[in-house]
C-alpha cells in the first residue's frame, strides 16, 4: 500500500528537519515536497542543508534500515514555500496530499501564506502561531481536543475554501502540563488556578537561536511571547464549540514564569494547581495519569505514545537529557507529585519540544485528521 | 587599630575558602584560626588546600593589595574543628574572638559541635542548618530582622551561657526574595500567598557537589531539604520576640519548587505573590525596593551593600552569570516586576549564594553583631 | 536458538549499565548473572539501581520492543562480584558462559578478581585497565588486531587455566583514532610519530566522577593517568605475537595531551601525523578510511558498524552531540583531514566513550571470540 | 592632571564594550569619544547598549567607586564611526587623542576606515585583523616585540600621513603561548617546530556569535580562519626590521588544531614544543617563565600584570573559569609544564581572550605607545 505524499514548508529550518527525521520511516507518510526561502529554491534538499543539518543521529522514532529513504529525501529540489501555485500542482498531481507548515517568517506573512495554500486546497497542519487565534482554527493535541477537528466543515464554510484547511497546534511551553491538566478534568476534577514556571530548552528558539554567550554559567528569566502563549492557549484547547467557533474555557487562571536554561531539547515544567471542591489525593492523581489514554491511543496512531503520561517515582526526575526521550520522545513524563503548600497539588512535568512539541505533535494531528477523514 | 581575630570552622570547604577570601581585606575582622576535620588538622592552611581551592582571582569583596595577607593566611595551622578546647585556648589568648561556623557534618554533630563553642565561651555565627529551629537561636539577615539579635541575652541564660552564643543565617535558596518581600511588608502590605520556583546554583551543594554527569544538557528537579527550608524558614525570620522565644509569624503562606541548574554560581527565584486587601501597583512595588535600606546601610557596615535590592529595568534581567557579583556580590537583583495572572504580583530575583546567601551574609551578621556589641 | 547467558561484573556502575542496555536485543547474548559489590549483594537489579540509573531511553543498538526483556533483567538478583564460587556454579550450571568485566576497583584487587574468574574457568571479556600489560593477555579491538585472541591458548597453558582466560580492551581515549591509524599502517604507510590532544567526556570518569562545578563555564586540563594509557596501549595493539607473547610496536611515537570537557559522552581527538617515506594524499588517506572494512565487517558481527570509519566533509563535524551515535555509536567519526603545517597529515576524530569505547567495543569482541571459537 | 582622551571604535560591541569597562578607572586614559555603526549614531551610549550590555559588573582590572564615571560614559553621544571627519573634528578640539579600533565590519572595509582615520592624523590602536599583514604596520605584543613600534616613523612616510599611524595587536588564540615561546627564545633556546591545540571561549566569536545549540553537551572542531592566523602571525611579531619592513621569522614552523569550546572568556592551549641543539630541562623552563618580565614591567605600565606567565604547580590548571582572571585578566597561566613524548616540551596555557588578546593588550600597547613618545 502506498504512503501519502507531504510536504514540508520550512524544510530547513530546525523544526522542518525534524518533520523529515521523524516521517524518514512513517507507515502512512512519506516527504515527498520540500519547500523553503527563496535562496534554497531550486537546490537539492541535500545542498539546501549544506552546513544546516542540526539534527544528530537516525530518527528518534521509528529506527530501521529504509530503503534508501535518505538518499531520496535529500535529491528532493527545494520549492520556493511563497510559491502556492508551485504547491497546488504538486497537489494536483497527487504528489503532495497536505502540508505540514514550520514556517518562521513573520507572524502575518506567514498567516497569509498558510492561508493561501488552505485557499488553493491544500490542507495545512501547522505548527506556527500565526493562525493560532482565529476561532474557527483547531488548536489540537490528539490526546485532549480532538473533537475540535470538527470545524473544520465550517472553517471551510467561513472561508470559503473547498478542500483546504487550517489546523494548528499550541506552542511547545505548555505541551508538558496541559496532558496531565486535561487528564484530571476529564476525571471530574474542577482546577481553578495553574502557577507554572518553565525551564525552556534552547531548540525552541530555533536555530541560530540563543546565543551561546547567554547560557553558559547562565539561564534567560524571559522569552519574548512565550508567557502570554501559556497563559492564553490552554483556554482555547479547553474550549467549547459552540456556533461555529471556538469559546474558550473560563478556567484555569493561569500565570506563567517562563525561562531558558541551558538544555538542548526538553521543556520542564513547575506546576502548582488550585482544584475546585472536589480535590483528589495525590494517589488518586497518579492513578489518573497513569490509566488515562486518548483517541491516539484508542486508534493506536502510528506517532501516539503508548503512554501519553509517565509517572516517575524516583524523586529527582524528570530530567531533560534522561527522560525526554521516552517512548518516542512523545510522551510526557511527570514526577515529584505532592501536595502544594499553597494550592492543592504540585509536580513537575516534561516533553520534548521539538517532538511532542513541534514536529511529532504535528505529525500526531494529521494521523488524527486522516483518522477523521479529512485529509481525503 | 587593630583587627578583632576571627576563626573559621570548616575552612577548608567551598564555604569555609570564601570566608577567608571576602575577609582578606576587612577593615574589621581578620582570619587568626581556621579549623577543619581531622585528616587536615596538623597541616598548613595551605597544604591542606592542595588540590581543593575551589575559588578563582581575589576576593570579590575587598580588592586591593594585601600586605602579604595570602601568606600570613596560608601559613596558618589548621586546627581539628573537634577540638572546643584549642579554640577556647585562643579565645582566652586573645587570637580568636568569635567563630564562623562552615561546618558540612551532619546535623545533630555540627549542632552539639557549635554548642561546645558557645558554652566554651566563643560566639558561634554559623552557616549551617544545625541550630536553625532552636526558638532562642536567631536567624539572621541583617536587613530584615536586626532585631532578633537582641534574644541573645536570654539565650545565654536559657543555655547556662556566659559569653557564648549561637546565631545563623537562613538557607540561601530563599535570601534573593526575603529581603523583597520584607521591604513590602515594612512598606505596610500584607502578603498572603507566595509560590516560588528556584533554579540554584551548584555552589550551593558543596565540593564535590552534584556531579556532572547530571548536569551537562540536563536539570535536577530536586534538591534534598530544600523546599522544607525555603517554606519554613522565612516564618521564623518575619517572626516576633514573644516570651523569650521567636514565635513563627503565620503569613506568607510557601510553596516552592527547587531545583538545581548549570549554573556556578547565583541563585534566580521566580515569584508569584498574593498581597492582602490593600495591593501596591508595580510602580508603587519598584519604588519601595529602589528605596529601601535596612540597618546595614544606615550604620554603613563594611560588607553592606549600598543598595541591597537593585531593580532591572531590561526584560531579560537578573541573569546568573551576569548580576550575580552586583555590588560585592551582597545586592538581590530583581526584575521582571509584572502583574501575575493568577495572585498579584510576580517578578524574578537573584542573589549570589555563597556570598550574599552565605559566607558574605555571615559576615555582614558579625558586623551587625559587633555594632550591637554582641563580640566584646 | 537459544542466547548465550552472559554475566556482568559490575554492574550497576555507568558502564556495566550500559551492558545491560547493548545486550538487551542482542541476538546472540542475553545477560542472565549480574553482580556488584557486596552492598548491591542479594537485592534484586531493579532495587539495586533505584537512584542509580544513569542511561536514559532505550538501547542505541538494537532497538525495538522485547518481549518483557527489562522487566526480566530487572528481576535479576545481584551477586557479590567478589564471590567467585557463585560464579562458578552459574557457569557449570549454564547460566554464565563467560562475564563481562566493568569491574571500578582497584587495579590490584581488579587482576586479582578477574584472574580468579578465569581460573575458575568462566572467560572474562574485561573494559578494566587492571590486566592490560600482561604480555598474555591480549587488548583487543577487533578491527585492528583480532589475531591478537590467538594468544589465548597459551595463555591457558601459562597460567594452568582449562577454559576460562582474560582479553581486555584499550582506553577509551584512544579508539577515536586507533582504528584511522590502523588503516592507513594497514594500507602500506608507516606512521613515524602522532601528536594528540583529546577532549574527553565526562562519562569517562564514571558515576559521579567529575563535580559539576569543575565543568561549568570551564575544562581541566588533566586527567590521571590517561596520557600514560593514551601513549602506550596503541603500541600493544598494534604488536607481533613472538614467543608466547606480545611483543610491543616500536611505532608510532606518541604525545598526548587528554582534556576534560563539560560533554557528556563522546571523546574527541585533534591528531597531527608523521608518516614515513611513503606519503598519502589527503584523498588518499580519505579513500583508504572510507574504504576499510575489517573482520567484524567481513563477518558481519551483530555490534559491528557497517562503516568503521566515517569520514565527513563538513568543517565543522564531528560534534559530540551530533556524531557520537553514528551507526549504534560504534563508528569513529573523522573530519577535518588536511595537511599538518608540522608533520604530515592533521584531522579530528570521535567516539562514543561508553559504547565503542567501552561496552560495545565489549560486546563486539566477544563476538570476535566466539567467532573465533573461544567461547565454547 | 588631566587623562588623555581617546575614542573607541566599535564601542557597541563586546570588544568595544570591554574597553569602556577597562578604561573606567584608568590612570592615563579617559574614553572621551565612542562610535559605531548608523544605526547606533546620535543615541546617547546609554540607549545604543539597551538590550545589549554583554559584560557583567565592574571592571576587572581597575575597581574603585569612581567619581561619576558609568554615568559620564553612558551619557556620551555615539558617533558614527564611518564619519572620520567628525573623529577629525573631535582630535582637533583636543577630545579623542587616539582611537582603539574594535570594528567589527568586513576586512576591506576596516582596512580602509582605518587607513582614513591613520590618514587624518588619528593614531589608531587596532584589534581588527583588517591592517595585520601590511609589512610596516607592527602587530604589538608589548612584552614581545616593543621594538616594533619604532616602524611608525617609516609607516607615516610610507603613507604620508603626518601624526596618524596605525598598530595592530595579534589574534587572541596565541596570546597564552606567544609570550612563553618568546620567554624562551629570549632565554637562548631555538624553537624548531611548535604543535598547539586550542580550547577556546565563545566571546572570540563576538556576540551573538556561536548559536548555544552548538555548545550545550557539544563542542566545535573548527573556527573559520582561526588556524591561519595562530600559524602565520606568531613569525611577524617574531619578525626583524629590515629595511623598512618587518620581515617574518622562519622559525618556529607551527601547526594549529583550533576548538570552540563551551567557556565563556579563556583560550586554553595545549602546545608541544621542539627546540633546537639546545634544550633546557623542564625546571630550568619553568624558571625563565617565572623570572620573565618584560617592558611593561621594568616601565611598570597601568595594565601591565606584575608576572606576565605565571607558572602553576597543581597537575589541574589552568582552568578556564578559575585561572582567566589572573592578574586583572592580563597575566598568562601556564601549567602542566613536562616533557614531551614526542618533541621536548608539552604545556598547558590560559589567557583572557576579551581582556589580555583584545582590549586589555590593546590597551597595554597605547600604554607602550605613549612610553615611547607616539600618543603626542
Same mark, same amino acid.
Given at each position: 500500500m502506498s504512503k501519502i505524499p507531504v510536504g514540508i514548508l520550512g524544510a530547513t529550518g530546525m523544526v522542518g528537519q525534524m518533520y523529515t527525521r521523524l516521517l524518514a520511516f512513517h507507515p502512512w507518510f512519506e516527504t515527498a515536497y520540500v519547500a523553503a526561502s527563496p535562496r534554497s529554491a531550486g537546490k537539492s534538499y541535500r545542498e539546501a542543508l549544506a552546513g544546516r543539518r542540526y539534527l544528530d543521529g537516525p530518527s528518534p522514532a521509528f529506527s530501521g534500515e529504509g530503503s534508501g529513504g535518505e538518499a531520496d529525501l535529500l535529491s528532493l529540489t527545494v520549492e520556493d514555500a511563497n510559491d502556492v501555485g508551485r504547491a497546488a500542482a504538486a497537489f494536483k498531481a497527487g504528489n503532495c496530499a497536505f502540508v505540514f507548515s514550520a514556517l518562521e517568517m513573520d507572524k502575518e506573512e506567514t498567516k497569509k501564506l498558510e492561508e493561501a495554500y488552505a485557499a488553493a486546497g491544500i490542507p495545512v497542519v501547522s505548527n506556527a502561531s500565526a493562525n493560532r487565534w482565529a476561532p474557527d482554527v483547531p488548536m489540537l493535541i490528539a490526546e485532549v481536543?480532538? %473533537? %475540535?477537528? &470538527?470545524?473544520?466543515?465550517?472553517? +471551510? *464554510?467561513? +472561508?470559503?475554501? &473547498? +478542500?483546504?484547511?487550517?489546523? @494548528? *497546534?499550541?506552542? $511547545?511551553?505548555?505541551?508538558?502540563?496541559?496532558?496531565?491538566?486535561?487528564?484530571?478534568?476529564?476525571?471530574?476534577?474542577?482546577? *481553578? +488556578?495553574?502557577? @507554572?514556571?518553565?525551564?525552556?530548552?534552547?531548540?525552541?528558539?530555533?536555530?541560530?537561536?540563543?546565543? =551561546?554567550? &547567554?547560557?553558559?554559567?547562565?539561564?534567560?528569566p524571559y522569552? /519574548?511571547? !512565550? #508567557?502570554?502563549?501559556?497563559? =492564553? !492557549? /490552554?483556554?482555547k484547547i479547553l474550549g467549547a464549540l459552540k456556533d461555529g467557533a471556538i469559546v474558550d474555557a473560563a478556567f484555569p487562571a493561569i500565570s506563567a514564569h517562563c525561562n531558558?536554561? /541551558?538544555?538542548? &531539547?526538553? %521543556?520542564?515544567? $513547575?506546576?502548582?494547581? #488550585?482544584?475546585?471542591?472536589?480535590? /483528589?489525593?495525590?494517589? #488518586?492523581?497518579?492513578?489518573?495519569w497513569t490509566a488515562f489514554r486518548g483517541l491516539p491511543q484508542e486508534q493506536d496512531f502510528p506517532m501516539a505514545p503508548r503512554r501519553p503520561i509517565i509517572v516517575l517515582e524516583e524523586q529527582d526526575r524528570p530530567q531533560p537529557r534522561k527522560d525526554r526521550g521516552a517512548d518516542k520522545a512523545m510522551a510526557v513524563s511527570v514526577g515529584r507529585v505532592r501536595p502544594c503548600k499553597v494550592f492543592d497539588l504540585r509536580f513537575t512535568a516534561l516533553s520534548h519540544n521539538t517532538v511532542r512539541g513541534a514536529a511529532g505533535g504535528g505529525i500526531l494531528n494529521a494521523e488524527l485528521l486522516k483518522y477523521k477523514g479529512y485529509l481525503g
Open positions: 481536543n480532538p %473533537h %475540535h477537528a &470538527d470545524i473544520i466543515p465550517l472553517q +471551510r *464554510k467561513n +472561508r470559503g475554501w &473547498d +478542500r483546504g484547511f487550517i489546523v @494548528v *497546534k499550541p506552542n $511547545c511551553s505548555l505541551q508538558s502540563y496541559m496532558t496531565p491538566l486535561w487528564a484530571l478534568l476529564k476525571a471530574g476534577y474542577e482546577v *481553578k +488556578r495553574l502557577l @507554572v514556571t518553565t525551564m525552556q530548552a534552547v531548540s525552541g528558539a530555533g536555530y541560530p537561536g540563543v546565543p =551561546g554567550w &547567554d547560557l553558559i554559567d547562565n539561564l534567560l522569552i /519574548p511571547g !512565550e #508567557e502570554e502563549k501559556s497563559e =492564553g !492557549e /490552554p483556554l531558558r536554561v /541551558p538544555v538542548s &531539547d526538553g %521543556h520542564t515544567a $513547575c506546576v502548582s494547581l #488550585e482544584f475546585g471542591a472536589k480535590k /483528589p489525593s495525590v494517589e #488518586e492523581v497518579k492513578r489518573i
